[in-house]
């Protein structure tokens, strides 16, 4: 492969139109979800759910989960597995979802998902076709940062979905943010697609780069899931405490129909757990990079120096949850400071502060 | 289930007991001891009279204050602020210009900025990595980490010698529980359970009719392993700091240079180390290739550089050839050379007021911008006027790669290929001031001593030329002949210690890091107790460190596991017998 090779123009184009037609099904994805979440509201159950909450919380010993499935042999069933909560966390089942049960709700909720699949196979094509019209890796520049970044989020959020998580609530706040995320990149952050500088020529690119994205993505499903716990736990405790003040018609509305702030909780420290290994290692393979191109494996760059505090505020995070006093809501302050050090790094740095780092084709 | 509350109510201490020591991590010490000494008081206790009870209660007092700090800074409570502060005391660096990152920029700030430049003088911000108080929270962090490391690590030894505890007398009470009744005697199902536990590489042992088993120590293992780790990299990269050197060098296409300190351009020592200890080594470069993009919204944007070179070790060891890219530095020993920058020099014959000449060769221009646009002075020390006098002549000017042409009205270079070049010079004579010893900036012209040739109009004489042309000094001078451009291609050349023990340092950091998150550590009991009719009741019950949608999952299939050494009597019987 030569590196000079001619831009192909053709396929740079195709890409632009896939992109451009992704954002169009998203847009109706985040109009199916809307339909959703109105029918949801009308629903019984939704009206209800609120007075569910917190009346039939649930007493600890009979929140039964029966894990029942064939067993190895046809004869023997899996048995029953009785699981409890620990104590002192509020048993709060998990609230009904968007669709609340109402049918037609369900089915725009459905209709939704399939939407997303579909706007999702086009933003990959999209993407795809972006790196094969230069022939290398898509993320030399933040429209293709950006493209790559929402594409992962939409991907990690199907596969969720398909893995059986409880995670259909987080289709709107998504999609939403998704839609920002495409309308920035193709506006604000378009650069033509064209072959890359040398110094950004190297396999490390196709590591260090897509781990950030990915981590990247991964620890934004985790805030979004930190930011409804916030919600949803200021909602439950209202809500459980009948004497003080009670959440408005609307945040009932809503709030009732998602998830028990425990179960937000747990998904949150669970994804951002599980990519702090991973963001390590973007850090670690990007020192390799810098040592092979600048000489020095760290340098206190500015995108250096943000890497760096990024994850040591998800550390503190980590630390926080194994502390007693810090757990919940202080812990989850520290998540989204976090994440908001992350995106500082991702936007803030690439376009305002000037380093070894600036790239940004902006 | 409605009986099982005839086993007594089971105390919370059973509980607890089940629990202890599932991890190292240091009890909170909010919730374990909230009355304990959190406010400092007196340590001392009741001060006898005289002097020998003075020093008596002083020394108590110390100790007790000592004590007290070291609780403290070992807590996960100083542990999470003092982390905190790190990532608040980095932010600085990232908005202010740095002193180590770039010198230049922190000169132009404080010019821009006469009031605010001393005040964060004071505070060292232009060199927030290396200021006091910077180093003081983290140096405090790392006492706390090894005052949590040490305890932890002869914890964790322990508990790797101590069984797992007992089972709790309520194993329904555990976090995840299933029960069925079996007609196989419980002894038998007892020998199974920790048979198959042990397959499964729990530690299990029996003891009171029931098996209690743990497994997932690596998780502790992968925790220790991960902070000290951090302390190798912290470590590591101060050698790193502390022993590295470097300098930079420019080398004209067919030149070479060998690594002593004379050769090099500028040359930063680090604190222990200096020109003594450079790797002997040399190279020539033989070629400089740059690319950059002809068309495409980038024109004009780099594609690609490469310096091909010819190396040797030692003196004279075997001649190697290599090419040096960006992203891919040559290594020799302890020493990596990086291509940092390149650029043209023109070639030049200046013939002085003698007609002899008085320099010939390339003169290295520096760059200026994307397209190359260069400048340059060229001196010539050992130039005579035509009455045979001394007198230095000095050229000052740019080189353009890429002329834009005569009606561009622009001396900027549109292309950083040599495709129309061209050499804009203004020119002097008198002296270079280059005998007083001063240092001068080799690519700058010091024109207090020289005084400027002037056209027959007046003006300065100023002279445009394309390769092969000569500019004529008034009055026999001399001239100038530009002959053409070589490239030259400047280098980094750095030397290192510890980049392999942080490296090593990090890749155990991650793998501890994987195994602390990835890996829960549980406890799972069995319990198998026979009643009267001859049934035994088999009761699986088990604990995590948090709760885990795995934990019940795992619980399931240990449960299946069981099934053929204690086979299930059929749900129907079972609901029978408890109606
Ligand atoms: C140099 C700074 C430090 C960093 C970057 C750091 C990072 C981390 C991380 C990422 C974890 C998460 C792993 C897990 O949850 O198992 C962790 C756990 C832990 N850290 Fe640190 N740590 C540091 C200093 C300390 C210090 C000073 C202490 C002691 C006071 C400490 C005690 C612990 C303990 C006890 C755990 C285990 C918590 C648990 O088992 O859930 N760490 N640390």
Request: net charge neutral.
């Amino acid at each position: 492969m030569n590196i000079a090779a001619a831009t192909n123009e053709n396929l740079a184009n195709i890409s632009n139109y896939l992109v451009y037609s992704a954002m169009a099904v998203y847009v109706l994805a985040f109009l199916a979800h809307i339909a959703e979440w109105v029918f949801g509201s009308r629903s019984k159950v939704g009206k209800t759910a609120a007075a569910l909450t917190a009346a039939d919380a649930a007493p600890a010993d009979s929140v039964k989960v029966a894990v029942k499935q064939a067993g190895g042999t046809a004869v023997l069933e899996r048995p029953k597995v009785v699981t409890r909560s620990a104590a002192g966390t509020r048993d709060v089942p998990d609230g009904p979802g968007a669709a609340a049960g109402d049918e037609q709700g369900d089915l725009y909720g459905r209709f939704a998902i399939s939407l997303t699949v579909l706007a999702f196979l086009l933003h990959f094509a999209g993407v795809f076709t972006r790196g094969w019209s230069v022939q290398r890796a898509p993320w030399g520049n933040m429209y293709e940062f950006s493209t790559t970044f929402s594409m992962v989020a939409v991907g990690a959020y199907l596969i969720f979905l398909a893995a059986k998580k409880n995670v259909r609530w987080m289709g709107l706040p998504l999609i939403t943010t998704v839609l920002l995320d495409l309308g920035l990149a193709v506006t604000v952050l378009y650069t033509e697609s064209d072959q890359l500088v040398p110094a950004l020529d190297s396999y490390w690119l196709w590591i260090h780069v897509s781990l950030a994205i990915t981590c990247g993505a991964l620890f934004y499903l985790g805030a979004v899931a930190t930011i409804l716990y916030l919600f949803r736990d200021r909602f439950e405790a209202k809500v459980a405490d009948p004497s003080g003040p009670q959440p408005g018609s609307f945040a009932k509305s809503v709030l009732s129909r998602m998830p028990a702030a425990a179960s937000l909780d747990k998904f949150a420290y669970r994804v951002n757990a599980a990519v702090f290994p991973f963001w390590t290692f973007t850090i670690v393979a990007g020192a390799i990079w810098a040592e092979s191109a600048w000489g020095r494996y760290w340098g206190w760059d500015p995108k250096e120096v943000w890497s760096f505090i990024t994850w040591v505020v998800y550390a503190c995070y980590l630390h926080a949850r194994a502390t007693a006093g810090w757990k919940g809501r202080k812990a989850a302050y520290l998540a989204i400071v976090a994440f908001l050090c992350f995106l500082f790094n991702y936007y803030g740095v690439n376009m305002f502060v000037d380093g070894l780092h600036s790239y940004s084709g902006v | 289930m409605s009986t099982t509350d005839q086993r007594g109510a089971t105390t919370d201490s059973d509980l607890e007991a089940a629990t202890s020591q599932l991890s190292t991590a240091p009890v909170d010490e909010d919730a374990a001891a909230p009355q304990g000494q959190a406010v400092a008081g007196s340590f001392g206790g009741v001060r006898r009279p005289g002097t020998a009870g003075a020093i008596a209660w002083t020394g108590r007092e110390i100790t007790g204050w000592v004590r007290w700090i070291w609780r403290q800074l070992t807590s996960m409570r100083v542990a999470l602020i003092l982390l905190f502060l790190l990532s608040l005391g980095s932010i600085p660096g990232s908005l202010i210009p740095q002193t180590s990152v770039d010198q230049i920029k922190v000169d132009r700030f404080r010019e821009q900025h006469e009031t605010l430049a001393p005040i964060y003088d004071k505070l060292q911000l232009f060199d927030v990595y290396s200021s006091v108080w910077f180093s003081a929270i983290y140096i405090l962090l790392f006492i706390s980490l090894a005052g949590c490391i040490v305890p932890r690590s002869w914890q964790f030894v322990g508990q790797l010698r101590a069984k797992p505890p007992k089972a709790p007398r309520r194993l329904d009470r555990l976090p995840a529980y299933t029960t069925w009744q079996t007609e196989k005697p419980a002894d038998e199902v007892l020998e199974a359970a920790q048979r198959m536990m042990k397959k499964r590489r729990f530690r299990a042992y029996t003891s009171g009719g029931a098996v209690a088993a743990e497994k997932g120590y690596l998780r502790e293992a992968g925790n220790l392993l991960f902070h000290i780790a951090l302390f190798v990299l912290l470590i590591a990269f101060a050698v790193g700091q502390l022993w590295k050197a470097d300098g930079g060098k420019l080398v004209m296409e067919g030149d070479g240079f060998s690594n002593t300190l004379t050769q090099y351009d500028d040359f930063r020592p680090g604190t222990f180390s200096g020109a003594e200890d450079l790797d002997p080594f040399g190279f020539t470069l033989n070629d400089f290739t740059a690319k950059f993009a002809r068309s495409g919204p980038q024109k004009g944007s780099a594609r690609e550089f490469r310096a091909d070179v010819t190396w040797w070790k030692g003196a004279d060891g075997k001649p190697q050839k290599s090419a040096i890219r960006s992203n891919h530095p040559l290594t020799v020993d302890d020493t990596k050379i990086y291509l940092m920058s390149h650029g043209y020099a023109p070639v030049v014959t200046v013939t002085d007021g003698k007609g002899e000449t008085a320099y010939k060769g390339p003169v290295p221009f520096l760059p200026q911008d994307g397209n190359l646009t260069s400048s340059g002075a060229i001196k010539v020390t050992d130039a005579k006027d035509k009455n045979g006098k001394k007198d230095q002549l000095a050229f000052q000017g740019f080189f353009v790669p890429t002329y834009g042409g005569k009606g561009s009205g622009s001396m900027f270079s549109q292309f950083p290929e040599p495709d129309y070049p061209v050499l804009f010079l203004t020119a002097y004579h008198g002296d270079l001031g280059l005998d007083a010893g001063i240092p001068q900036n080799v690519y700058q012209l010091e024109t207090k001593n020289m005084k400027q040739f002037k056209r027959k109009g007046g003006g300065p004489l100023a002279q445009m030329m394309l390769p092969g042309e000569t500019m004529k000094l008034p009055n026999g001078a001399g001239s100038l002949k530009f002959e053409g451009y070589e490239q030259w291609a400047s280098f980094q050349i750095s030397q290192q210690k510890g980049n392999g023990w942080a490296l090593g340092g990090a890749m155990a950091a991650i793998f501890g890091l994987a195994g602390s998150l990835f890996i829960q550590r549980r406890r799972v009991w069995v319990r198998a107790s026979e009643d009267a009719d001859g049934r035994t009741t088999v009761e699986l019950a088990g604990l995590g460190r948090s709760e885990s949608a795995k934990l019940p999952e795992e619980l399931a299939d240990l449960a299946v596991a069981l099934h053929p050494a204690a086979p299930p009597v059929s749900e129907d019987q079972e609901e029978g017998a408890r109606a």
